[in-house]
């Protein structure tokens, strides 16, 4: 069975840092593109990280851009989030999403989903 799920949530304080990840199970990260989307309380979902493995080409949203940074390791087929410098309104639901399109533009919809886990920061 595929699955992904992802981990590494908690509470910090605003400048604080955390580092998600995202574990997978029975499918290569390598053939995909994973992204970390988030969803925070009265907002749409919003992608604010991606990788494409194949290449190693990265994304990033302008509001995370600096902060956060997204890699890959092949031997644990896990995917990362280096979140840095976070701020109050990085709090959400994070999530992560394999993409058997290889797209990182958001246009196409991910073929696989994590659970999510939950980050709050406070001020």
């Known amino acids: 069975q595929v699955q992904l799920v992802e981990s590494g949530g908690g509470s910090v304080q605003t400048g604080g840092s955390l580092r998600l990840s995202c574990a997978a199970s029975?499918?290569?990260?390598?053939?995909?593109?994973v992204g970390w989307f988030r969803q925070a309380p009265g907002k749409e979902r919003e992608q604010v990280s991606c990788?494409?493995?194949?290449?190693?080409?990265?994304l990033y949203s302008d509001s995370v851009k600096g902060r956060f940074t997204i890699s890959w390791d092949r031997v644990s087929n896990t995917v990362y989030l280096q979140m840095n410098k976070l701020k109050p309104e990085d709090t959400a639901v994070y999530y992560c999403?394999?993409?058997?399109?290889?797209?990182?533009?958001?246009?196409?919809?991910?073929?696989?989903w994590g659970q999510g886990t939950q980050v709050t920061v406070s001020s």
């Open positions: 990788i494409r493995n194949s290449d190693g080409n990265t």
């Open positions: 029975s499918l290569a990260l390598e053939y995909y593109a």
């Open positions: 999403a394999a993409n058997g399109y290889l797209d990182c533009s958001g246009s196409t919809p991910s073929n696989y």
